[in-house]
């Protein structure tokens, strides 16, 4: 990625360009000292430039380089935003095309199967479609049915589901949704 390499290059920059500001600022009050005479100005003329230009520099390239990781960090985020509401929209238009009520189920759960990659069951005023895993089971606000996910097993926090209103995916952040939300009735088959 293009931002990743800008940021080892400030990064480098940031390395590389304070102590070489401060070799050049000794460099040319050294080169200056045989035609004057040497008094406590050239000192302190010499510690002002050759400390305050490379502290500045240090500081704007670590404003620079951390301007560059929120970028590639908001990029990531709007590639996974993207991704989601893809994967949104073809669930969509999938229920949209479909001629009935048991098309619909069938090619919504096929569709979450594909785009999750992990198997799902749909039940939805009594059609019912897909894998039942005994995963995570989320009921549809609204309809008699349920979505059943089955996220292959991780380490770290358990999988909750979102109810439908929310894109209806899977993801451990939930958990705090799923407790505090009485829309939300989780079960475990």
């Known amino acids: 990625m293009a931002s990743q390499s800008l940021y080892r290059l400030v990064r480098l920059a940031q390395r590389l360009l304070p102590p070489l500001i401060a070799l050049v600022v000794v460099a040319f009050e ?30 704007v390239l670590e404003w620079i380089a951390q301007e560059v990781l ?60 897909g894998e039942e895993c005994g ?9 008699r049915g349920y979505l059943e996910a089955c996220p292959p097993p991780r380490n770290g926090p358990s999988w909750r589901c979102s109810p439908t209103r929310w894109g209806g995916l899977c993801s451990p952040w939930w958990r705090e949704a799923a407790t505090s939300s009485p829309s939300l009735r989780w079960t475990r088959p």
């Not at 095309?97 to 785009?115: D, I, K, M």
């Open 135 to 143: 995963g995570v089971r989320v009921e549809l606000p609204g309809l």
């Open 30 to 59: 050294v080169a200056l000292l045989p035609y004057r005479h040497v008094d406590a100005l050239l000192w302190l003329r010499l510690g002002f430039y050759g400390l305050v230009g490379p502290l500045v520099t240090y500081a």
């Open 70 to 129: 929120e970028k590639v960090r908001a990029e990531r985020a709007l590639e996974e935003a993207n991704r989601r509401l893809l994967a949104a929209g073809r669930v969509f238009r999938e229920a949209l095309e479909s001629e009935n009520l048991e098309e619909a189920v069938h090619r919504v759960a096929l569709a979450l199967r594909e785009t999750l990659g992990y198997p799902v069951a749909l039940e939805a005023e009594g059609v019912r479609a």
